[in-house]
């Protein structure tokens, strides 16, 4: 268990013993608390005060299944907030594999220092000049650092959004393939990678020093249960390998809560022809790939290959989020369209929610016409291009609804809404208004509730409950490096049993059912702490005017959670 410590005024890389306050810790618990615990709260972010760190979860290097997820924390310049970004890939299992608990990017190198992270395979670190790759775009930087590095690594990059230091910028990692399609998305968190000179880190996958396991025995027999949990589970072993996450584009659209035409329209006209179904059977003609192995170590297969009409290579993997963003909110019903799209946000670095509704403010404010998808990609390619209308675009849709002077724009601490109108969805209104990272899906989606019927989407009662689970529920699952798409077998009763004996035998402890939630509270509360002291209250936990005013069809619903009910979502 070591931190890597990199100092990016002194360029210096020192390696360090985990600090007993942070023992335990891993993934989103590690950097949340060590943000609020070393960060200034009120400091620039993309200063040098601010602090990057790249943490894989407590799992992450073992051969459980599905726990290849890396969380990347700082103070957000996109919401001025405490934030944690989390990515998929090969990065996490890669680390893990080499004992490194996190990366810890400090200070600040000169404007016009640009480098790269080289970790080995005996986890020996050191920089190597980047400037001949400043501005490459994402794909053609990761083929060119696996031509220089060998293919047996992991990449995480940036783009030319993140160079130019633009608030909506991602950090791109690559998938098992090599190609940088996996993201650590939300946030603007490739925007403070640039801000440190950092344009690439790259890491030997072949590591075989990972953290010892108390008890391996006993870990092998719980991760086994666990993947037939996972595979068993409804969701994880049969919704998401045959249609993956697109596959709630069709009831999403049924219920009303498909946030359409810059969140004007509850369904998307035309929804059927971008919907999972749709998808997969045209991926199919087209011989690429529907069910595909993006990140190490998954057994779900959410992934898919999208190709072109002539079966040459487009994207992976076409999301739900990115068909919403890039397709519903801009009036865009073709999937060519919205899969070209998403292959330039990746290139660029760019986050594809947080671009294609910045896209969608600027439609509704009359800039171009909804549904206009040229238009849209030479919005997106602006981006790259650093003109004024790129830049603008390239921090997000609060930018944008400024440069517009347009009042309808969907973002709580300036971060966008996700794919569910939380008129349609009263839950995820209490989500994306209370999260401390601002309006964010993974961080409490309360989508699994409706789609069973157990929780009325229209309704005030049980919303803020049911929210505040689900926040506690995902903080503790990200802290452990498991996929959001297979923690769902953690609610079973095998599942959950079998997680608890592999934490347990992983770090040699004792913890019981509740000590998993009492993990994310923790992480919860040191997160509004930080917020707190960077000057955020429970005013900043409200929703834009337009959703308590503006009716969304089909419902014709507005917000019904009172202010004192979104304030009582973190009374524990």
């Not at 035409?261 to 045209?282: C, D, F, I, P, R």
């Not at 966008?416 to 999260?435: K, L, W």
């Not at 899906?441 to 929210?467: F, I, M, R, W």
Request: proline content about 5%.
């Amino acid at each position: 268990m070591k931190f890597l410590k990199v100092n990016m005024t002194r360029k210096t890389i020192t390696v360090e013993d985990v600090p007993q306050e942070y023992l335990g810790l891993g993934g989103r618990g590690l950097t949340s608390i060590m943000i609020n615990g070393e960060v200034p709260p009120k400091c620039d972010p993309l200063g040098p005060e601010n602090k990057l760190i790249f943490a894989p979860g407590l799992l992450s290097g073992t051969n459980l299944v599905n726990t290849s997820r890396l969380s990347v924390g700082a103070k957000s310049p996109l919401t001025g907030t405490i934030k944690e970004s989390n990515a998929g890939g090969t990065i996490a299992a890669a680390l893990g594999r080499l004992g490194i608990s996190a990366i810890i990017v400090e200070g600040q190198g000169s404007e016009e220092d640009l480098n790269i992270l080289k970790i080995d395979e005996n986890g020996e670190a050191s920089f190597d000049a980047a400037e001949a790759y400043k501005g490459m775009r994402t794909y053609a930087l990761v083929e060119k650092l696996l031509a220089v590095y060998g293919e047996k690594n992991a990449v995480l990059c940036i783009g030319p959004a993140g160079e130019q230091k633009l608030t909506a910028a991602s950090i791109q990692t690559s998938d098992i393939d090599g190609r940088p399609c996996r993201a650590a998305g939300r946030g603007g968190l490739g925007a403070v990678m640039g801000a440190k000179g950092l344009k690439a880190i790259v890491v030997d996958q072949r590591g075989k020093s990972p953290d010892a396991i108390a008890d391996p025995e006993a870990f092998k027999e719980a991760a086994k249960a666990y993947a037939k949990a996972v595979k068993d589970h409804p969701f994880s072993g049969q919704m998401m390998p045959a249609l993956g996450t697109a596959g709630l584009v069709a009831p999403i659209n049924s219920m009303g809560a498909f946030p359409s035409y810059n969140a004007t329209q509850g369904v998307l006209e035309g929804w059927e022809k971008v919907s999972g179904e749709t998808m997969a059977q045209v991926i199919q003609q087209r011989g690429g790939k529907t069910t595909h192995v993006g990140c190490a170590q998954c057994i779900v297969h959410c992934s898919n290959e999208f190709v072109d009409q002539d079966g040459k290579y487009v994207t992976s993997s076409l999301e739900y989020e990115t068909i919403w963003s890039l397709g519903g909110m801009t009036g865009i019903n073709d999937l060519d369209t919205i899969a070209r799209l998403d292959n330039l946000c990746d290139d660029i670095g760019l986050d594809t929610m947080s671009a294609g509704v910045a896209v969608a403010v600027a439609m509704d404010a009359g800039y171009k016409e909804f549904g206009d998808g040229q238009a849209a990609v030479e919005m997106i390619e602006a981006v790259a291009k650093g003109s004024e209308i790129g830049r603008v675009i390239g921090d997000g849709p609060a930018a944008v609804g400024k440069h517009f002077n347009h009042p309808r724009v969907p973002v709580v601490k300036g971060q966008s809404i996700a794919a569910y109108d939380p008129r349609a969805m009263q839950g995820n209104a209490v989500t994306y208004a209370t999260s401390p990272m601002g309006a964010d899906h993974t961080a409490g989606n309360v989508v699994g509730e409706y789609l069973t019927q157990a929780l009325d989407p229209l309704k005030a009662e049980g919303q803020v409950e049911a929210s505040r689970n689900m926040q506690i529920a995902m903080a503790a699952v990200d802290c452990t490096g498991m996929c959001l798409l297979a923690s769902f077998a953690i609610t079973t009763p095998e599942g959950g049993a079998a997680f608890l004996s592999a934490m347990n035998a992983k770090l040699g402890t004792q913890l019981g059912p509740d000590d998993i939630p009492a993990m994310g509270i923790r992480v919860l509360k040191a997160e509004r702490e930080f917020n707190r002291r960077a000057g955020f209250t429970n005013k900043d936990d409200r929703l834009p005017k337009f959703f308590y005013e503006e009716p969304l069809p089909p419902h014709n619903t507005v917000i019904v959670i009172s202010d004192e009910d979104m304030d009582s979502t973190f009374a524990f």
